[in-house]
């Protein structure tokens, strides 16, 4: 069975880096460094569902990405989560955030439109983080 990306991930996302097992995508919204992680599992909504060694490689591949997003953009706080309540693929938000950003210190979501970026935007913050994954 070949994997397939929620249709909304895919719509609201860019992808920046495809691992055998992960999806590193990218929310088109220049408020905030906002990227998700995917496993790469059908079926899957729910962290308890993967497998021990995938839970373990998604949980510290979010901590490496938060500190990727810590030291690329100058984020003050970072927000982690796996809500699913809109999209039910299981995929974790990891965002930047600034004390000085339109939602805080409130959460991100609902609380403005996404601001979308232009395509140098767009692949100047993906690069950013891809060489971060692919030096360290």
């Not at 495809?18 to 992680?37: A, C, G, H, K, S």
């Not at 309540?85 to 990891?94: A, E, F, K, T, W």
């Not at 004390?99 to 210190?105: E, N, S, T, Y």
């Not at 991100?108 to 993906?126: C, D, F, Y």
Request: hydrophobic residues 40%.
């Amino acid at each position: 069975m070949t994997f397939m990306l929620h249709p909304q991930l895919a719509a609201d996302t860019v992808l920046v880096n495809e691992e055998e097992d992960l999806l590193l995508l990218m929310m088109n919204d220049r408020q905030y460094p906002w990227f998700i992680v995917v496993p790469k599992q059908d079926g899957i909504t729910e962290w308890h569902e993967l497998s021990e060694e995938i839970q373990i490689r998604l949980h510290l591949y979010c901590v490496r990405l938060g500190k990727a997003i810590a030291r690329s953009f100058g984020s003050q706080k970072i927000n982690t989560a796996a809500l699913g309540n809109m999209v039910s693929q299981l995929h974790v938000h990891v965002i930047g955030r600034q004390q000085d950003d339109p939602a805080w210190p409130k959460p991100v979501w609902g609380h403005s439109q996404p601001i979308p970026m232009e395509e140098k935007e767009l692949n100047t913050r993906a690069s950013t983080l891809k060489q971060y994954f692919s030096c360290n």
